[in-house]
C-alpha cells in the first residue's frame, strides 16, 4: 500500500513544470533526476512531495501544491481556461505556470479588464464564490448618462434585473456625474453581466468596466493589462481567513 501523500515521481515533476508525463520521464532516463541522493530510474517511484529531496540537473525542486496569481485581464480576453474561438486567461501565462493548471476564480466580462485571482485551489475558489460569504467585489466604471442620488438609493435598495430577479444590495459612489459618468460599485454576488444589468434597470449604459477589488484584494496599480503576479503570504492569508457575511 502506498503511504498516503506519495505520488509518482513524473507526475509531481510535470505538475511542477517539467514538462510532460512523456518529458519527464526522458529526463530520467538521461539521468539528470535525483531523489534523496539517488538517481531516479523509476518514474513510477512514489515519492512524498515536501519531505523527499528532488533535484534536476543538481538544482532541488521546491515542490508546491497551489499557487495564486493575480492578473489584471485585458479586454477581449475570455475568463476561461480553453476556448475554441477566443483567447483566454492562461493564455497569458507562460508554461510554468500553467503547468499548475490554474483557472479563473469568477467572471469577468470579456469587454471589461482588471482584478482576476488565477489559482489551482479549488477549495478557496468555492470559499471566494459562495453566496454565503458574500464577498465584496468593486468595480470602477464609466457610464452613459448622468448618474444620480436616485441612482445610489436604487442600488442601495437592490435593483430588478430584465429577467425579474432582485440583486443584493449595492453600494454605488459618484466619482464624476456627466453625460459620461464614473462611479465605483461594491456588489456581493456575481450574476451574470450584473454590473451592465443593474445600470441597465436604471436606464443607463456601462461604457467601461473595470474590477479593482475583490475582497481585501486590491489591484496593483502598476499592473498594465496582461501583466501579473503572485499573491504575497500575507494576500494568501486574508482569501483564506474570509468570515462569511453577518
Known amino acids: 500500500m502506498v503511504e498516503r501523500g506519495r505520488q509518482r515521481l513524473d507526475k509531481v515533476l510535470a505538475h511542477m513544470g517539467f514538462g510532460t508525463r512523456q518529458e519527464v520521464k526522458k529526463l530520467i532516463r538521461e539521468k539528470r533526476v535525483e531523489v534523496n ?28 501544491q ?12 475570455l475568463s476561461a481556461t480553453e476556448d475554441r474561438f477566443a483567447p483566454v486567461v492562461v493564455d497569458l501565462l507562460p508554461p510554468e505556470y500553467r503547468a499548475f493548471h490554474p483557472f479563473p476564480v469568477g467572471r469577468l466580462d470579456k469587454d471589461a479588464e482588471g482584478l482576476l485571482l488565477l489559482t489551482n485551489d479549488g477549495k478557496l475558489a468555492h470559499k471566494l464564490l459562495s453566496p454565503k460569504k458574500r464577498v465584496p467585489k468593486t468595480y470602477f466604471a464609466v457610464v452613459s448618462g448622468i448618474v444620480t442620488d436616485e441612482d445610489v438609493e436604487a442600488f442601495r435598495q437592490g435593483v430588478i434585473l430584465d429577467d425579474g430577479y432582485r440583486t443584493m444590495p449595492g453600494e454605488l459612489k459618484i466619482l464624476r456625474s456627466g453625460p459620461e459618468s464614473e462611479v465605483e460599485l461594491t456588489i456581493y454576488e456575481g450574476k451574470y453581466h450584473q454590473v451592465k444589468r443593474m445600470f441597465e434597470a436604471v436606464g443607463k449604459k456601462v461604457t467601461y468596466l473595470k474590477r479593482i477589488a475583490m475582497g481585501p484584494l486590491m489591484l496593483d496599480k502598476p499592473l498594465k493589462p496582461g501583466d501579473y503576479r503572485e499573491l504575497t503570504e500575507d494576500e494568501i492569508k486574508s482569501l483564506q481567513e474570509l468570515n462569511p457575511a453577518r
Request: proline share 10%.
Open 66 to 77: 497551489y499557487i495564486y496569481l493575480m492578473l489584471n485581464k485585458p479586454q477581449g480576453v
Open 37 to 64: 541522493g539517488e538517481l531516479a530510474k523509476d518514474p513510477g517511484l512514489h515519492v512524498l512531495p515536501g519531505r523527499d529531496h528532488i533535484e534536476v540537473d543538481g538544482e532541488p525542486v521546491e515542490y508546491r
